[in-house]
């Protein structure tokens, strides 16, 4: 089946650094990126909406210029934290989904500490 | 505003007893819904999945759930639970007229389940 592989697991990163995040679809080509973040005991959010090729579009109340979204391929998309501060310690998600299908293939996650 | 909501966010039953989720959304059209599974460490993984017909969906590992569009809910059901099952459960929500709406998904905020041998 269709495979998202998402690096790193785990970050830990310094106040002030950035940090980036990698989805790579294995097995098919991912048309569409979904990003998400995940808060201890709660939902995911939808963070972002990448098309290959386009500018990403992102939810209201997310810094477009701090969760920098590259989707220059389709077998790969970046998320890019910059300027990391202790409140963007998180679980970040990435989801996939292919021209006419009817799935979305999750990465295992990213958990970033940011001390 | 759209939204996902599960009632029960911490579950603990005791193998073979039977397990009911809920799942009630808040949109206004055509909506296409889902439960996802996400087991320790893992990443989510698709139960099932209903975007028309038949409003009894049969999912994996010997889950279904049930679409009431009057009551806008989306049942999560297994009649015999297994240790195997401790998991997070998650419903989730897109809008579309058919399975190729490509919109995002909007997910509830989980339900703990722990099954005790």
């Known amino acids: 089946g269709a495979v998202v592989s998402q690096h790193p697991s785990r970050v830990i990163c310094k106040s002030g650094t950035s940090v980036k995040i990698e989805c790579r679809s294995l097995d098919f080509q991912a048309t569409t990126m979904f990003w998400y973040r995940q808060f201890p005991k709660q939902s995911l959010m939808l963070m972002a909406t990448s098309n290959e090729g386009s500018k990403a579009t992102y939810e209201q109340g997310v810094e477009k210029d701090k969760f920098l979204i590259n989707h220059a391929s389709l077998t790969l998309s970046t998320l890019t934290v910059t300027s990391a501060h202790p409140e963007d310690s998180s679980f970040y998600i990435c989801?996939?989904?292919?021209?006419?299908?009817?799935?979305?293939?999750f990465g295992s996650g990213t958990r970033l500490t940011v001390v | 505003a759209q939204s996902v909501s599960q009632h029960n966010h911490h579950v603990i039953l005791s193998e073979a007893a039977s397990l009911e989720l809920g799942c009630n959304y808040s949109?206004?059209?055509?909506?296409?819904l889902f439960w996802y599974v996400q087991y320790p460490g893992q990443h989510l993984q698709l139960l099932l999945k209903?975007?028309?017909?038949?409003?009894l969906v049969k999912g994996i590992k010997g889950f279904e759930a049930e679409f009431i569009k009057s009551k806008f809910s989306f049942n999560l059901r297994k009649p015999s639970v297994q240790w195997s099952d401790t998991a997070e459960y998650f419903c989730a929500v897109n809008e579309g007229e058919n399975s190729n709406s490509g919109y995002a998904l909007n997910f509830g905020k989980g339900t703990s389940l722990l099954v005790t041998p």
């Open positions: 949109y206004g059209g055509t909506v296409n």
């Open positions: 209903y975007f028309s017909g038949d409003p």
């Open positions: 989801s996939a989904r292919g021209a006419g299908g009817d799935g979305y293939t």
